[in-house]
């Protein structure tokens, strides 16, 4: 669906009187408290988040799948809901694909049409958890790290096509997400299941462009449930440091075990130079794949305390960053909950951005914990959405997204178009 922009004038017009006030009160405290407000509405805006093309339908579980209607029924559908997206909220510029659910048949056209919507190719996603319908050996005890030499083949030669298929989109990493493990002890020797894996990661490595990266993913459990191979960040940096310069790690939030300190482990992946990206969501428990911010706001926030920090200190060498989204809606519709986690992230960013560093770094200095823990809640406290609104308004997107959704009947047009049974290839 293609949007209409004068739409957009129209919905700004009717929100623009009540965000003036909130915009302005909040630029003039924060120019106050000796913030730039015009360079952070630059870094608001600049800042995108690719949207997975496995999360533009409705996602289910194994107990249940609750079809919402209007799904994108094809790849070219979901770059127009992505379109859609990145139409609302200026911050949606690209798309993480899935291979094989979203193979761009013709990448030629596929980019056009991208680029009509403003939008290009972020890492594209190997799939070696599933066996295909005509695929030869089964994926069943493992892929890249699997006993026998041909299944492990046909998993290196899968991921090397899909570093064609980014190539042919103009994407310049691959991410792995490897689910081999085991369910049992005993079922197989840790170390020949790392060292298979190192050796089959290097062969794909060796094929990957120069301006490329791989991102490897860690994940401690699912499929699996007593064992995987790259289980957590210690593995995933140990399979970068064995690999390359061009090997980092991807955090999925949804990754790590209850309780798990993630901000620290975004700063140990900074520290050295490996950590490649995201993959946004929220979670209560497992991997959930939740809305953004909906569960541990506050997580969300101290991890991009993490990131401010480290990418603006010189001594931090580390690669420029893919910031993904990895959901599946259950109950929400999938382009509310998109527009939702976008705004989440963003909200975090933009107070990571305001917190008052040199009187924090003075608190760090003199232990003062309780200063430390007031100058981090001021800017964790500061309503900064004005300034994610007034970015998107300079950049012709809508005050309030979900709001223009909603009011636009944005749904309902898809369902009348595309049915209301239509069923989106992802998860
Ligand atoms: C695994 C994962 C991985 C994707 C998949 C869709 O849980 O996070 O990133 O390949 O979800
Ligand atoms: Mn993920």
Not at 34 to 55: C, M, N, R, Y
Request: overall charge negative; charged content about 25%.
């Amino acid at each position: 669906m293609i949007l209409d922009k004068s739409l957009i004038e129209q919905h700004n017009q009717a929100n623009q009187s009540l965000h003036k006030k909130k915009f302005e009160g909040l630029s003039a405290v924060l120019g106050d408290e000796g913030h730039d407000v015009k360079t952070i509405l630059e870094k608001i805006s600049a800042f995108q988040i690719a949207i997975p093309s496995w999360a533009l339908g409705t996602g289910g579980t194994r107990f249940g799948r609750f079809a919402g209607g209007g799904e994108p029924r094809s790849l070219e559908e979901k770059i127009e809901d992505v379109g859609l997206l990145h139409a609302l909220n200026q911050s949606s510029n690209s798309i993480s694909l899935h291979i094989p659910w979203d193979i761009p048949k013709d990448p030629k056209a596929i980019t056009q049409l991208a680029a009509s919507f403003e939008l290009g190719f972020d890492a594209v996603n190997s799939n070696t958890f599933q066996d295909q319908a005509d695929q030869k050996e089964s994926y069943k005890f493992g892929s890249l790290s699997h006993t026998d030499k041909s299944v492990r083949d046909q998993a290196i030669q899968h991921n090397i096509e899909v570093i064609r298929h980014g190539i042919e989109l103009g994407s310049k990493a691959l991410t792995i997400w490897l689910s081999d493990g085991t369910d049992f002890p005993g079922q197989q020797n840790f170390r020949r299941m790392f060292e298979r894996t190192l050796d089959s990661i290097q062969q794909i490595y060796a094929e990957l462009p120069a301006d490329w990266k791989v991102l490897v993913e860690y994940k401690p459990y699912e499929p699996h449930f007593y064992s995987t191979v790259i289980a957590d960040w210690g593995t995933s940096l140990l399979f970068c440091n064995k690999l390359g310069e061009k090997a980092v790690g991807l955090v999925d939030l949804g990754h790590h075990l209850p309780n798990t300190n993630i901000e620290q482990i975004v700063s140990r992946f900074l520290m050295e130079g490996k950590l490649g990206g995201f993959h946004f969501n929220d979670s209560k428990y497992g991997d959930d794949d939740l809305t953004v911010g909906s569960i541990k706001p506050y997580q969300l926030f101290l991890i991009f305390n993490e990131l401010v920090e480290g990418m603006s200190s010189p001594e931090i060498k580390n690669p420029e960053l893919s910031w993904m989204i990895d959901a599946s809606h259950n109950i929400k519709d999938p382009l509310e909950d998109l527009l939702q986690s976008v705004e989440a992230i963003k909200i975090a960013y933009a107070q990571a951005l305001i917190i008052d560093r040199p009187a924090l770094e003075r608190a760090q200095a003199e232990n003062d914990a309780t200063l430390a823990q007031e100058i981090m809640q001021n800017a964790y406290r500061t309503d900064v959405r004005p300034l994610l609104a007034e970015a998107r308004l300079q950049a012709g997107a809508a005050l309030n997204p979900v709001g223009f959704y909603r009011e636009g009947k944005i749904r309902e047009q898809l369902v009348s178009q595309r049915g209301a049974k239509s069923f989106a290839t992802g998860l």
